[in-house]
């Protein structure tokens, strides 16, 4: 259930179960051929089709997440680490307040990834849910690999096949070849680790474009194979967390130097 749709009365009498699901992406540039609305699109697509097909809750999406990196790229909007994982924390604890105590954050933004860690870290630490982040194309990398020859970190050809299969009217195929030619083909090649280092903190850095990987491998036929493959990873993870009890999902006790003895003392 799409939870922005509904009516007040609806939402009371529906029965979603303990999981919702948080799209959150970016609005951020995506090379020359793709949408700022890239990896916003990638999340609601993939967490609404879930919502659907589990019965769950999926929650209206955060479109700006942390971009600053980009920040070089006419469009691209950013706030920083700590007002995003206030905001997001913020959010899903509200949610517990409708009975809900395990939240997947359906992510296609990288930049998001370790703070949404953060999130569900704080959560689990007081007991007040479950949150963990999900990123799509890591629940299939694999199949990734197979499908695209140079699949691309960032504006290549899995994101743009996924936006060939959602929203294809946003993407420009005619600046397929120059997102490949003026951007950075093989990550490996930039030179962005200098003995061990990440020494580069920019996309601007590695890429005139902003784009990496080869778009031109890109189609909508491997968007919907992927798009598919990845929901199924989403379904099967919210139902796990659903089986759960919630005291297994919290943090343990401390260990016991001495496991053995109590059972000697009895």
Not at 20 to 41: C, K, Y
Not at 101 to 119: I, K, P, S, W
Not at 215 to 231: L, N, Q, V
């Amino acid at each position: 259930m799409y939870l922005a749709d509904q009516t007040w009365p609806d939402v009371a009498t529906a029965d979603v179960g303990p999981v919702a699901f948080v799209p959150l992406g970016s609005t951020e540039q995506h090379g020359p051929h793709l949408p700022l609305s890239t990896d916003h699109v990638i999340a609601e697509g993939l967490a609404r089709a879930a919502a659907e097909r589990t019965g769950f809750l999926c929650t209206p999406t955060v479109t700006v997440g942390v971009s600053d990196h980009h920040r070089h790229f006419h469009g691209t909007m950013w706030v920083s680490p700590s007002s995003f994982r206030d905001y997001v924390e913020d959010l899903t604890r509200n949610l517990t307040s409708h009975g809900i105590d395990r939240v997947v954050f359906v992510n296609a933004h990288g930049g998001n990834e370790q703070h949404l860690q953060e999130v569900g870290r704080r959560l689990r630490a007081d007991e007040t849910a479950f949150a963990t982040p999900w990123m799509w194309d890591e629940s299939i990398p694999d199949l990734v690999d197979e499908v695209f020859e140079t699949n691309g970190p960032h504006a290549g050809p899995k994101e743009t096949s996924m936006l060939l299969h959602l929203d294809p009217e946003t993407v420009k195929e005619g600046e397929f070849g120059s997102a490949r030619d003026n951007g950075l083909t093989d990550l490996a090649s930039s030179g962005h680790s200098r003995h061990g280092a990440r020494v580069h903190y920019d996309t601007i850095e590695n890429s005139a474009n902003g784009a990496f990987g080869d778009p031109t491998d890109a189609s909508a036929a491997k968007g919907e194979c992927i798009f598919e493959a990845a929901c199924d990873e989403l379904v099967h993870l919210a139902e796990w967390l659903a089986d759960q009890r919630f005291g297994d999902l919290m943090p343990r006790e401390h260990v016991d130097p001495q496991p053995d003895s109590r059972s000697e003392q009895v």
